[in-house]
RNA sequence: GCCCGAGUGGCGGAAUGGUAGACGCAGGGGACUCAAAAUCCCCCGCCGCAAGGUGUGCCGGUUCGAGUCCGGCCUCGGGUACCA
């Protein structure tokens, strides 16, 4: 028997798919649509299973709903600026265009042969002038609708390159490059007003049925809506112009426990103090010499400094609070300045017992909140925060506060919030204000490869917006990448034009835009993607919303919500319909797949042995593929296989092993084989170089089998580490569909297998659920399971396998194409209607009722399926392993769960 | 630090609060074969000869019944606004 040739089959199929034009989207307003995206990817160079993974489910998605009748839109491009294309051409030379398109390239070809829908006629990369032009002019036109601003704020710092860093480029407080620590620096930048739309966006985040909670959740959370007093406390002999310290707080309840007020390193208060202050100057500082991170912020060692001023509490005139500036008060959130009540917040608590153990400060710690009787330990510094916690966390209602201005008597921490701002409001203390965590956008990048930002910077008139005639604003070509900083600041021309509006010579803007931008409305570009204006309505308003949108959990909250507001940005300007205003009805966020890192520290720099071993070393990373000896875990047996190669021309006596051995036994500081460290997995991504590429899969046994795999054993959201066996086990299984299709094309087939009948209804209500749920995995194991019925089965099999093939289809869609073209289907699988379950044959006539005693299983009888429940307990007593166990007693209890279980109480 | 997830046999995993381990991988045994590969059949959580006991990261709770619900932890993963 021959086998199934993948090889030959595959390549066959995809022409004669591509020859029908099945995959091809036409607007046609007779029929219903249906939009189904995967997040496209950044062309990093070679494709990994975690987008074969992503790439795959949306395929299986389209699949299904072409067969169920829609109009598919499928398309495909590339998320295609970013810093890897210029770290390319700082490492290779090779300049950020020709290697980024050479990447998409290599990606389409190794995309092509895994047999997806994807309409390429549709395709496009971000980096395309037709794109990013498009992207001008609708920066312009939001710009002149006030949804655009420029205002100074704070980025990375390298002051020996002299260059701005990304927060990738930070390691622990250092440049990756230079090594050098990094500062806080600011710098006039644009802004989406993202802010503006706060509320509706989280209000919008209910009408969001089809996305995951945990979604909408880290959405909501990221807003960060909070209710809280803002109020200003009176200075003492303050600085002029600084008479007053506005704070908020979203816990005025607290007030009473206030021992302090703090003020971040950037606020203008602190920074008029550094002025006649040398010791304050040196410690703001100090504090700046931290990235913009919040990871970096909020985990630095809290620290203070005393400025010696002191603040009137607002509710006591006789009580005064030494101001402090402190590097964990942020300039971002709320107004940069805060009153510390270190009795019930961590953080305020964590500062204060560190300033007193280092500097020996001495700031109170006040509880405001009686704390339930036998709470209040002998250790006070803790004692107060446990009481905090009894009243949030378990909101027992047993906190009382000690104060005498109207609150004292409320329980929960809502309610006394709230009646410590109508407190403070009536008595002009302060007012309540609504605030939110999210920040406005910061979407200015000191890099050349990215969308440059049309406008122009004119002596006379200021910062001017370029004519959408002139669109697109082209990068240049001859850039340089010799030294750090901005090509484009460097470039002696690009940046020199007239002024569009009095057209004197003007300056060009040479930042470019975050790459967020470009990936927030490519999907609405997808509907008319060579239309001359940003979309077409007529498209979008058909085509849009994206149905399902399919991409993994680590875009949760930026990409999604940037893309949320983009598309209200975009109603605005006129560029997509009202409708559109949420743009993804359904999302699902698959888990990641993750490998273990490689990485060993190599040498920079000079040549001779001295020089090496004085020289830095530089953290480099490797490529599974190039590392072999792989013990789990284990650091000492893994090993660089060019090292292990080196070895072995050095010493020719040795074996691979022995090579091995020698480089197990070397010293960790070797310079000429430095240890190989493995460290746990982490998402694949071609910046760690933990990925693996399907090549060898397809190449090894073919698409199907690889489809078929990244969609077996593991739920799609779930994260799953990746090992190398299995893809065996997925090709055996789909030869053996295939011998079961040559055993009944070589058998004479007669007869009626019912059960066969009732399997095959019960494997479309299966499949089909499993695809409707994004449960894959269990689409495939019932696959599984019918393929073992049919195997077993007598009679006719041919209806049976082609309901086979058109259930693997959007699987396994060339095998499927083979089996159904050699049980007689009619046409191309890919384009048969989906099969439908009788309900008539889902139903069994009995069924096993398992007999629990105490809530432990004991035995089980076997009852019709309509039998009534008097009749269900008669037979369970009757059953012996009951009638042994009860011995006589009469049961307490006995619950009978109709159709489920019994549970016998004894 | 903060926000969000996840944790079940040797492995991937299944299980509307109702028989824990479907389905698959690996492994063991057998059949076929001169032999091997391929294929087919059977077994397979742990302890135990068995009866039985025990078991879903840890501690506690709710329930006739908990992998599932509640409280408290631990470990791992994602995000943390300039990686995409």
Redesign the pocket.
């Known amino acids: 028997m021959a086998r199934y040739n993948a090889r030959v089959a595959e390549p066959k199929w995809q022409k004669v798919w591509d020859k029908a034009g099945l995959f091809k989207a036409e607007r046609d307003d007779s029929r219903a649509k249906y939009y189904v995206l995967e997040m496209f990817?950044?062309p990093s160079g070679r494709i990994h299973i975690g987008h074969t993974r992503n790439y795959t489910m949306g395929d299986v998605v389209a699949r299904y709903k072409l067969a169920c009748g829609f109009n598919v839109l499928h398309p495909m491009g590339f998320?295609a600026?970013?810093?890897?294309a210029e770290n390319a051409a700082l490492e290779k030379g090779v300049h950020p265009g020709t290697w980024t398109y050479q990447n998409i390239a290599d990606m389409k070809a190794q995309l092509r042969p895994l047999g997806y829908t994807h309409d390429w006629s549709r395709s496009f990369a971000t980096c395309d002038p037709e794109y990013y032009g498009q992207q001008q002019a609708l920066f312009i036109d939001m710009l002149a609708a006030g949804l655009i601003y420029r205002k100074n704020?704070m980025?990375?710092w390298d002051p020996v390159d002299m260059t701005?860093?990304?927060?990738?480029?930070v390691i622990d407080g250092k440049g990756w490059r230079s090594g050098a620590v990094v500062e806080r620096r600011e710098?006039t930048?644009w802004f989406f007003r993202?802010s503006d739309y706060s509320e509706e966006l989280l209000a919008a985040i209910d009408g969001l049925k089809d996305w995951p909670?945990?979604?909408r959740?880290?959405q909501a959370?990221?807003i960060?809506k909070s209710r809280g007093l803002q109020f200003s406390f009176a200075v003492k002999d303050a600085p002029k112009g600084f008479e007053a310290l506005e704070v908020y707080t979203t816990r005025p309840d607290t007030l009473m426990g206030a021992s302090f007020a703090a003020i971040s390193p950037d606020h203008p208060l602190a920074k008029e103090l550094e002025r006649s202050n040398p010791a304050l100057a040196a410690f703001n500082a100090e504090c700046r010499r931290v990235g913009?991170?919040?990871?970096a912020l909020?985990?630095a060692e809290k620290r203070g400094f005393d400025t010696g001023l002191k603040v009137i509490h607002p509710l006591d005139p006789n009580w005064e609070l030494p101001v402090w500036v402190a590097n964990f008060v942020l300039m971002?959130?709320g107004t940069g300045a805060i009153f510390g009540v270190p009795a019930h917040d961590?953080?305020d608590f964590d500062f204060v017992h560190f300033m007193a153990q280092k500097n020996g400060a001495s700031l109170e710690i006040i509880p405001v909140f009686e704390p339930p009787a036998g709470e209040w330990g002998q250790d006070t510094a803790y004692t107060p925060m446990k009481s905090e916690?009894v009243r949030y966390?378990?909101n027992t209602a047993t906190g009382r506060f000690q104060t005498n201005f109207g609150w004292d008597e409320l329980s929960t921490g809502d309610e006394a919030v709230a009646a410590a701002i109508t407190y403070c409001e009536a008595n002009g203390i302060g007012k309540g204000v609504t605030k939110y965590?999210?920040?406005d956008?910061?979407?200015?990048?000191?890099?050349y490869w990215g969308c440059p930002i049309p406008v122009v910077h004119c002596p006379d008139c200021g910062v001017v917006p370029e004519s959408k005639a002139s669109l697109p604003i082209r990068l240049p070509d001859d850039v340089t990448f010799d030294r750090p900083g901005n090509p484009l600041d460097h470039h002696p021309t690009w940046a020199a034009t007239t002024c569009p509006n009095c057209g004197k010579p003007a300056r060009r803007e040479t930042d470019t835009m975050?790459?967020?931008v470009d990936?927030s409305w490519y999907f609405a570009r997808f509907t008319a993607p060579r239309a001359k204006t940003p979309t077409d309505m007529a498209e979008a308003s058909y085509w849009m919303n994206v149905d399902q949108y399919i991409g993994?959990?680590?875009?949760?909250?930026?990409?999604l919500l940037y893309s949320r507001f983009f598309a209200r940005a975009m109603m605005k300007t006129g560029h997509l319909p009202v409708s559109a205003i949420e743009p993804f009805n359904a999302l699902f966020t698959q888990g990641?797949v993750?490998h273990e890192i490689y990485t060993s520290f190599r040498p920079i720099g000079g040549e001779s042995p001295e020089q090496r071993a004085r020289s830095l070393r530089r953290q480099v990373y490797h490529l599974p593929e190039e590392v072999e000896g792989l013990l789990p875990g284990s650091q000492a047996r893994t090993f660089l296989k060019a090292d292990v190669d080196k070895v072995m021309a050095l010493h020719p006596q040795l074996d691979r092993e022995g090579a091995r051995d020698v480089l197990a036994r070397q010293h960790p500081d070797n310079i000429d084989f430095p240890p190989v460290y493995v460290t746990?997995?982490?998402?694949m991504?071609k910046?760690k170089k933990n990925v693996v590429d399907p090549d060898d899969i397809i190449e090894q046994y073919g698409a199907d089998t690889a489809r078929w795999f990244v969609m077996?054993?593991?739920?799609p959201?779930?994260?799953?580490?990746w090992?190398a066996?299995?893809a065996?086990?997925?090709w055996?299984?789909l030869?053996?569909v295939w011998?079961i299709v040559e055993e009944v094309l070589e058998t004479p087939q007669t007869g009626e297998d019912a059960d066969l009948t009732r399997a095959t209804h019960r494997a479309i209500a299966d499949v089909t659920a499993g695809i409707e749920g994004f449960?894959f995995?269990?689409a495939?194991?019932k696959l599984?399971?019918f393929?073992?019925t049919l195997?077993?089965a007598k009679g006719d099999r041919r209806a049976a396998m082609r309901i086979m093939a058109q259930l693997m289809q959007p699987m396994t869609p060339h095998l499927a194409e083979e089996i159904w073209a050699a049980m007689g289907g009619e046409g191309l699988v890919s384009a048969a209607k989906w099969p439908v379950a009788d309900p008539a044959m889902l139903m069994d006539s009995s069924i096993?009722l398992?007999i629990?005693i105490?809530?432990?299983?004991r035995s089980?009888i076997s009852v019709p399926v309509e039998i009534d429940n008097k009749s269900v307990e008669e037979l369970v007593l009757a059953d012996p392993t009951v009638q042994r166990i009860l011995a006589g007693q009469v049961p307490k209890?006995l619950?009978v769960?109709p159709g489920?279980?019994v549970?016998v109480?004894i």
């Open positions: 990817p950044y998320d600026f970013g810093m890897p704020a980025v990375n701005v860093l990304a927060n990738e480029q710098l930048q993202i909670e945990k979604v959740i880290m959370n990221w960060g913009t991170s919040e990871e909020e985990t971002d959130y961590q953080r916690k966390s378990r965590r999210l920040r956008w910061g979407i200015s990048r000191q890099r975050d790459t967020f990936s993994g959990v680590e875009h949760a909250i930026l990409h990641m993750t746990p997995t982490a998402k991504s910046s077996s054993d593991s739920p959201e779930r994260d799953v580490e090992t066996s299995g065996d086990g997925a055996k299984h030869q053996r011998r449960a995995n269990k495939v194991a599984y399971e393929t073992n195997a077993r096993i398992p629990q105490n809530g432990k299983r089980e209890k619950i769960v489920r279980i549970n109480v």
